[in-house]
């Protein structure tokens, strides 16, 4: 018990050390104030102004990591512009827009549908991500609006061709995408519609299965 007494002294004394040290010739030591100079800094009256340490006067200088056989870690990796590098899945909670956007209408199926999506949690934010439960929803609903869309317009009452795919195809990409799609993803669309498809006997059907793939593509799901 003794010993345990004089444990407990040290360990008082010691963090009052501490804290005498820390509280003592510079109030700002702990947060690192002193440092600081011009708007926020140690001589700034202005309580709100932006601190000095957050303005970005120089270029930063990028680390190099040498590797054991003498290369350097980073001299293969790639440069990206600003946005090229997005993909973030679109939530439940804007899907009916861009249903309306690109179709012109919005499923009623969608409106039933947010279980089947990932929801964000109460008081919290997390991006959104897509399961085989999710997907297998998208194509669905996709497959009723597309259907809705191609019920009733002319231009779908004829099986597609090699030149009438590759144009529809063209034309749903660009607004469901909001880019121009490659020769290849154009090609690849038009093979589903006249070859990957032609077993569906009814024109209007086979249109709504082209409509969907591209509805329920990661084009389409991400922005």
Known sequence: MKLLSQLSLLAALASL?????ACGEDPDSLTGRANRSGPGGANSDD??????????TAKPEGRSYVLFDGRKLEEKRANENVGVNRARLKPHAVMKGEYQRVLGLVPASLETSAGSFDGAPARWY???QHSGVSLNAVFGISFEACGAYTKTA???AAAPTPDSAAQVCAALMRKAWS???????IAA????ATTKLEAEPDARRRWAYVCASVLSSSQFLTF
């Open 189 to 192: 669309c038009t093979t589903l």
């Open 154 to 156: 002319t231009e779908y």
């Open 17 to 21: 050390g501490v804290c005498l040290t």
């Open 47 to 56: 309580p709100n102004a932006a601190p000095g340490a957050l303005e970005c």
């Open 179 to 185: 880019r121009t799609a490659s020769p290849e993803e």
């Open 126 to 128: 997390s991006e959104a």
